[in-house]
């Protein structure tokens, strides 16, 4: 469990505590009770099973995937899966690569519900670039929602990041943006429920290596 959890728990039985004492009437205690046993419950953090293999690119959170699309960016034609996470799901984020951050970007903005189409460019939200070991980028965007008011993203820039590995959660409704290469080959589609750091989004092969031509004409002829 994430230790916000804990927190959020522990105010709520204490608060129970506190109105039953100095009313005399237990009954008030129900309320905080029950949304001390939901905050315990909702900071969750269960392990997964991490897949293995070349290209492979996981899904950064729990959710379902509602838009997988083309879009052109500054650097080219790139996939992009949208992946909402209602109040219900796990709120865990992972990384979807082995590899390492390149970029932490975080941009405060508005709170408009996740499913809107504006949300990815108007809400607050945190991308984080990683550049995997076979030469291609993969990025992720956490997005907060209505309901989510705090981002929260661990690692720093320059750091080594494994498939899988936790590094952070967005509190309450949000979504995820994946973006991808746009030669990567999806595994998923809209309406797929997936499970951050198990469930495989996609398969990335590895940028060819293309020879320096001066290298290539400054090579002795047989």
Not at 2 to 17: E, L, M, P, S, W
Not at 90 to 106: C, F, K, Q, S
Request: hydrophobic share 45%.
């Amino acid at each position: 469990m994430v230790r916000d959890g804990y927190f959020y728990g522990i105010a709520f039985f204490a608060a129970a505590g506190l109105l039953g004492y100095f009313t005399g009437q237990w009954g008030w205690a129900i309320i905080p009770i029950l949304l001390a046993l939901f905050f315990l419950w909702f900071f969750r953090d269960p392990e997964r099973e991490i897949p293995e293999g070349d290209g492979l690119v996981v899904s950064p959170a729990d959710g379902k995937v509602t838009e997988a699309i083309r879009i052109l960016t500054p650097s080219g034609e790139s996939l992009r899966l949208s992946i909402f996470l209602n109040v219900f799901n796990v709120h865990i984020n992972r990384a979807p690569i082995t590899g390492t951050l390149r970029e932490v970007a975080y941009r405060k903005g508005q709170y408009l519900n996740a499913m809107n189409p504006a949300s990815a460019e108007k809400n607050e939200q945190n991308k984080a670039v990683i550049e995997a070991d076979g030469g291609y980028f993969v990025s992720f965007t956490q997005i907060a929602g209505l309901l989510a008011r705090r981002i929260v993203f661990r690692p720093k820039e320059g750091a080594r990041l494994e498939r899988g590995q936790r590094v952070g959660l967005i509190k309450f409704g949000s979504r995820v943006d994946v973006l991808l290469p746009s030669h990567a080959e999806l595994h998923v589609k809209v309406g797929d429920h997936v499970k951050g750091g198990s469930t495989i989004l996609a398969t990335v092969a590895e940028v060819p290596v293309i020879p320096d031509l001066e290298e290539i004409l400054a090579e002795p002829v047989a």
